[in-house]
């Protein structure tokens, strides 16, 4: 079965440092997805940042960038000069695309608190 | 461009009712993917919808069925309601649902059973 563990639950951090969120992730499948998708407090889920597992370039949008270990199974989340804005429930997701379709699975999620 | 709606937004039924929830993608979307998400089981896929076909499923009960009309909207349903399906349903939509598309997410219905 394919699973995703985020180890830590909640987390803290200053505005305008830097955090790492960590996301490990167990699969057999060589082909897949990786997704960072953040929940801000009763607002919508939207995607924060997205890697493919066929491309060893780690993926970066702006402030936010990954750390993916393919053999390590690891796909980690930086967010550089954190922002108020960036307080939210992090999911870890990835979604593998086989012939007998798509599964998309989430990690249960990190909390993060950015403090002014 | 209008982002994905969802109805009602909250909802109370009772054990053993069943419900409806209702969601409108992005124009242009024709997949339409349910998740429901609760505190002891986070986030978890229900099914994926393509074109008035179910095209993936989950690892849920038969209790819960979903359908796609022409226009994409999607419904689920849940019939004979159980307190653990006390949860927060999101809907997500993307074009065609190719893994490099992004999912946009709605607000989600929150059903409460009592």
């Known amino acids: 079965a394919q699973t995703v563990t985020q180890s830590q639950p909640e987390m803290s951090v200053q505005e305008a440092e830097t955090v790492t969120l960590s996301c490990t992730y167990d699969?057999?499948?060589?082909?897949?997805?990786l997704f960072w998708y953040k929940q801000p407090p009763s607002r919508q889920m939207i995607l924060v940042i997205r890697?493919?597992?066929?491309?060893?370039q780690n993926a970066t949008e702006n402030r936010f960038s990954v750390n993916f270990q393919k053999a390590a199974k690891s796909f980690s989340l930086k967010i550089s000069d954190s922002q108020l804005g960036d307080t939210a429930m992090y999911f870890c997701a990835f979604m593998i695309d086989s012939r007998s379709g798509q599964n998309f699975v989430f990690g249960p999620g990190t909390r993060l608190s950015v403090l002014p | 461009k209008a982002g994905v709606t969802q109805t009602p937004r909250y909802l109370i039924k009772t054990r053993g009712q069943q419900v409806t929830l209702s969601c409108s993608p992005i124009?242009?979307?024709?997949?339409v993917s349910w998740y429901q998400q609760t505190p002891g089981q986070g986030l978890q896929f229900l099914f994926e919808y393509f074109s008035e076909t179910q095209r993936n499923k989950g690892n849920f009960p038969g209790r819960f069925s979903g359908r796609q009309f022409s226009n994409s909207r999607s419904e689920m349903n849940v019939s004979t309601l159980e307190l653990g399906d006390s949860a927060l349903y999101l809907c997500?939509?993307?074009?065609?649902?190719?893994?490099?598309?992004?999912?946009?997410f709605g607000p989600g219905t929150r059903l409460l059973v009592l």
């Open positions: 997500a939509s993307r074009m065609t649902g190719a893994p490099r598309e992004t999912q946009y």
């Open positions: 890697q493919e597992a066929y491309k060893q």
């Open positions: 124009s242009g979307h024709r997949s």
């Open positions: 699969t057999s499948e060589n082909n897949y997805y």
